[in-house]
């Protein structure tokens, strides 16, 4: 199972919006509206961000939201923030009881 | 509150074998899965497997399912996660994860395995 694909680096200014994708196939992102997103800081644990593809969990902010077409999912970011600045993973069931994640986004506030 | 408790750093040599735990509460243990996900040193996040803990069934990603077990103790709301075989590449943080209908709501701190000769 080959990792999703996500941009190595998506920067903004501070109060800007951001967009980052996330592209699988036909076997995963495409036939699922499971798509998760991770947001983790340096030496921290992943924190829940987004699931089933547009959907927060209590206590996100509502600055973070998810969309989906066809193979590419995307998480954006609007009034970037200084703690925005993290790294980015998306995940997705792909069929047969297995995961897979994404190969990581690095967000910079400029 | 939920949590994850995982067992402490270990230091392993190549060949050997190691077993991570897991110890859930705050909810019913044999309500939900568990995944078990790694980070090697700046790499990205790594699904390894999961365990649906209720009745044991497990299933693992191709790329460890011949090296990785997944299992778990209801009496001790406790899952464990053994890799063997040992490799230098398996040097990594190990995270266990609750399953919520397809996403991971709630983590463990990680396990840092390092195996070194």
């Known amino acids: 199972q080959s990792a999703l694909t996500q941009p190595a680096s998506v920067s903004g200014s501070p109060g800007q919006s951001i967009t980052i994708s996330c592209t699988g196939t036909s076997g995963d992102v495409g036939s699922y509206n499971v798509v998760s997103w991770y947001q983790q800081h340096p030496g921290k644990v992943p924190k829940l961000m987004i699931f089933d593809v547009s959907k927060r969990p209590s206590g996100v902010s509502d600055r973070f939201s998810g969309s989906k077409s066809g193979n590419t999912a995307s998480l954006t970011i609007s009034g970037l923030q200084a703690d925005d600045e993290a790294d980015y993973y998306c995940c997705s069931y792909a069929g047969a009881s297995t995961y897979v994640f994404g190969t990581a986004t690095k967000v910079t506030v400029l | 509150q939920v949590q994850l408790v995982q067992s402490g750093a270990e230091v392993k040599k190549p060949g050997a074998s190691v077993k991570v735990s897991c110890k859930a509460s705050?909810?019913?243990?044999?309500?939900?899965?568990l995944h078990w996900v790694r980070q090697a040193p700046g790499q990205r996040l790594e699904w390894m497997g999961w365990?649906?803990?209720?009745?044991?069934?497990?299933k693992y990603s191709e790329r460890f399912h011949d090296r990785v077990t997944i299992t778990r103790d209801t009496s001790a709301s406790t899952a464990y996660m053994e890799l063997s075989r040992l490799r230098s590449e398996d040097t990594a943080v190990y995270y266990c994860?609750?399953?919520?209908?397809?996403?991971?709501?709630?983590w463990g701190k990680g396990t840092t395995v390092t195996v070194s000769s």
């Open positions: 705050g909810y019913f243990f044999t309500d939900y899965a």
């Open positions: 365990i649906y803990v209720g009745n044991g069934n497990t």
């Open positions: 994860a609750r399953n919520q209908e397809y996403h991971m709501d709630v």
